[in-house]
């Protein structure tokens, strides 16, 4: 079965390319549907909206070198100017993925559902959740990604077990969700191949921040993985992808109508990203804390947005009929270990040595760092504030990220924090301990940096909501009025 799917996807992308050569072949010679490139950027250039079949002339002409990139550029910019409409940002990112092979999950007789988060500090959420899902019987096809820069990245973490690999072919991706019901890897370079090239010409030209073509970029890698469904878990913050709360709604808007748009079954969450969410930042801290919450244990945010999310993707899979069952029955899966027994089959299935298991089962005899340096607070008050996007920089000068993405990562290196907003604290109370490799002198200026990501407060400062709301219908709504509406009526 396995080798007839493959064989399947080799005829989709073999066909698709076919067609997208013989379709610009047709439109560079007149014979109509389709005008020239220069027709269609200019007709995007005065504000024009591209069809279906010009965006994927457009998109499998790119990739199949029949539009040079000075064209595509043009092209780049004039989308990023005047924009697109929900139907546009769809066909681009139906035409990403078709670019590519799309995997077909049908053949597994499971409801599949997935999870896409936009990343931050701390953010150590699939590594909970996606087992914690597969362990109600579901698939999850989970593609992610590594970290660079102040965000880390989900391969990483699960990469601190010795063995574990993320790099799985079709066919093993398709056998572990067959075996296991769940993976956790990176895309494939025939996931949406168009993308990587699409995004070194935006990176050159100043169209990296496009609105559309973000969204393409990301949603046709998660539609690529073929599943019914599909939860956003958009950030906002200082530590956040995209930091102001207006731009981060639009994004979770735009990939909302492009998944909608596209037949899939689709939720969104806004969620915060203005301090480091749970106690630990670095790779293997964050996957403890993980381990942790899969064990009934672990950060209180930490483990409330990894039950507020698996009860929202059972909904969404019609695993339950209403969040407030499906949250009672997350909480009780975290509690009798079905997560946690599920992590441990990932874990094995990716190759997970035994040193690995012994990890999982007693992460107190993980290696330690060859130093640790406690940060404590010069002055009493409440904990007004953390800078999210600092404590990640300072993860990355101890060695648990990346400053480019062919560095190298220390998995022991990190940060443990023993205060967030909200916290008070007497002068000389712990802030924040720090692991690390690095020489003396390095250390202590990443525990300065840290001690000045801690804003004061005189009086008491509430912690900020950890979700602040749901996208239902296309607008958002606060979640405090979403939870309340999903109360039963008093009698």
Known sequence: ??????????????????????????????????????????????????????????????????????????????????????????????????????????SLGKTSIDKHSTGGVGDKVSLALAPLVASFGLVVPMMSGRGLGHTGGTLDKLESLPGVGTALTSA??????????????????????????????????????????????????????????????VKTGDGAF???????????????????LASKRMTVVMTDMSQPLGRAVGNWLELREAIDVLSGRGPEDVRELVVVQCALMLVLAGQAPSYLTARQMAEKHLGNGEGLRQLRLLVRAQGGRQEAEAYIASPDTYPASARSLEVRASQAGWVAAIGAREIGAVNVLLGGGRADKDAKIDPKAGIVLARKVGDAVSAGDLLATLYSDVQAPLLQEAADRVLRAYSMSDVPVAAPPLVGHILVNGSAMPWSRFVEQQQPPAS
């Open 1 to 106: 079965m396995i080798i007839i799917n493959i064989i399947f996807l080799a005829i989709v992308v073999a066909a698709a390319a076919v067609e997208a050569e013989a379709e610009w072949e047709g439109a560079q010679c007149g014979s109509g549907g389709v005008g020239s490139m220069v027709e269609l950027i200019q007709k995007k250039r005065d504000g024009g909206e591209l069809s279906a079949r010009e965006m994927w002339a457009v998109v499998s002409g790119f990739h199949n070198g029949a539009i040079p990139d000075y064209q595509m550029a043009a092209m780049l910019m004039a989308m990023y100017i005047r924009g697109m409409t929900d139907r546009e940002t769809t066909d681009m990112t139906l035409s990403f993925m078709r670019t590519g092979e799309i995997a077909d999950l049908s």
């Open 172 to 233: 093993d991706f398709l056998q572990q969700l067959r075996q296991v019901g769940v993976a956790i890897c990176g895309p494939t370079e025939s996931i949406a191949p168009v993308d990587k090239a699409m995004y070194a010409l935006r990176d050159v030209t100043g169209t990296a921040a496009s609105l559309p073509l973000i969204v393409a970029s990301i949603m046709s890698k998660k539609l690529a993985e073929g599943p019914d469904a599909l939860l956003l878990d």
């Open 242 to 260: 995209l930091p102001e709360w207006e731009s981060a709604h639009k994004l979770a808007q735009a990939m909302l109508a492009a998944g909608e």
